[in-house]
């Protein structure tokens, strides 16, 4: 899909997983009040705390959830893409976002305002089950995590990590990726981050350099990844079985 420079252009039929999940008429009556925007790196959407005022449904890009703990930095606790939104607790009929959320991987997103998204919801309860199901992935996904956390190396949780901004950016080549991003997203020091992308390096499937990710060997950094990767696909397909190889695709 060809981005919409400038936000300018009409909504796409298409590219969001949740929004294309929705019978016709009321996908597009959703995509009517929304608006295309370009998610520029860095910038953030949301804070700690604060009101929504818009719902973000990535096309393209990725959205990073940041979480502190008093005397630490910042770690990303969930990234978001076209199989996701930003706003979920608003499906809990709560306005408030509970972790800082900042674009990770420039794209194309579609916004809407939080008021529309709610009466949306009361008005389609096809979105609303959506969006239901939705949340109870990101729940299960929240303690997958910890799991993978607890009991599984950085060397697997990287190849993890590099499965999923693979999936969402559908290129090889991923978006600038620092040793202190990677270590922000695993919660890991910088030191294991080096050690475990030059593991991956020596093998033949990634290039590293200069904060730059290639994927070489997409089969071979799927056997280095931990089995949470694959359960977040099957749960996905569970909820979504019609789009679960788009966007999350099964590349073996």
Request: with cysteine.
């Amino acid at each position: 899909m060809s981005p919409i420079a400038n936000g300018v252009g009409h909504p796409p039929a298409a590219g969001n997983q949740l929004l294309d999940y929705l019978p016709r008429q009321q996908r597009e009556a959703v995509l009517a009040n929304c608006d295309p925007i370009n998610l520029v790196f860095g910038t953030v959407l949301c804070d700690v705390g604060q009101p929504f005022s818009h719902v973000y449904f990535p096309v393209s890009g990725s959205i990073s959830l940041l979480r502190t703990v008093h005397g630490h930095e910042p770690f990303a606790t969930e990234n978001i893409g076209c199989e996701g939104m930003l706003g979920a607790t608003l499906v809990l009929g709560i306005n408030q976002a509970p972790q800082r959320a900042v674009v990770h991987a420039a794209g194309l997103a579609l916004r809407i305002e939080s008021e529309r998204i709610r009466e949306a919801m009361v008005r389609f309860p096809a979105l609303q089950t959506v969006l239901q199901r939705y949340l109870y992935l990101v729940l299960n996904e929240l303690s997958q995590s910890a799991g993978c956390v607890r009991f599984h190396d950085v060397g697997s949780r990287l190849a993890r990590a590099l499965l999923l901004a693979h999936d969402r950016v559908s290129a090889d080549d991923l978006p600038v990726l620092t040793h202190r991003l990677l270590a922000d997203m695993l919660g890991v020091q910088r030191g294991s981050v080096t050690i475990a992308a030059a593991k991956l390096q020596r093998r033949g499937i990634i290039r590293y350099s200069r904060g730059r990710i290639a994927i070489l060997d997409r089969a071979g950094l799927e056997a280095v990844a931990c089995g949470c990767y694959r359960a977040g696909i099957e749960n996905y397909q569970a909820m979504f079985p019609r789009y679960a190889s788009e966007c999350v695709p099964d590349k073996a």
